[in-house]
């Protein structure tokens, strides 16, 4: 049932109170979405999920797993909170779970409408811009970290193998390679080894391969973290040469 427009105006103007007595902007949001009902908003305007795969409970195409997540996402320029997603790494697609007193949906949510959303302590962006197509990058991407460089993203991958047993056709999801950016004063810079950082940034070159090498944990682990640190070592190093007036 569509709530009449004066209801509506009610609403929106008490929400408006609400807002700035409450220092919780997930508090207001949650509360406004409930006053209105979840199938009133934007976020209930995608397309009917169908899984068009059999797949194993292992190697699936989600993140983390099948499961739905308690989340946040930012779509058709408003947030909401505390909705259930799970993100299809394969089809690059954000999928909702949404409940209201009359239904029970599963949504394909409309990805040029989807700003960003968080799963978890993870948060994506659809990154959208001229820039990063004519650099071949787009859809949704990680946010690893930011910092006074810029911000620094991973592309999730999978890839797709079909299997047959006993003429059960079934496919099976694995990790693939995946790919990480620096977003640098408007421009996009892949960064899928320490060698493209030491491109990136040769005036700190030689401090980069010290830092690395100085530290036998850092050596360690995997290629991730040793990229995520060296994007915030050359943050440091860089701002300690040309300090903030």
Sequence with gaps: MKIPPIIIACIFFTSLLYA????????????????????????????????????????????????????????????????????????????????????????????SKVAQFTIGTHTFINVTDREAQNNGIEGFHERLAENNLGVFYKKHRKRRVKKEDKRILYFEFFDTKSDYVILMDGTYHWVNSKNDFYELFPEIKKELKSFLNANDALRRSDKEQQLKALFNKASQMLNAQNPAP
């Design 20 to 111: 700035q007595n409450s220092a919780s902007e997930s508090n207001y949001y949650t509360w406004y979405d409930a006053i209105v009902g979840i199938e009133n908003t934007p976020l209930f305007n995608g397309v009917e999920y169908i899984e068009g795969y059999k797949t194993t409970r292992e190697n699936h195409k989600f993140f983390i797993n099948q499961s739905f997540y308690e989340g946040r996402v930012d779509y058709d320029g408003q947030s909401y909170y505390n909705i259930s997603l799970k993100y299809d790494i394969y089809e690059d697609e954000l999928i909702a779970n949404l409940e209201s007193e009359a239904q029970k949906s599963l949504l394909q949510l409309i990805k």
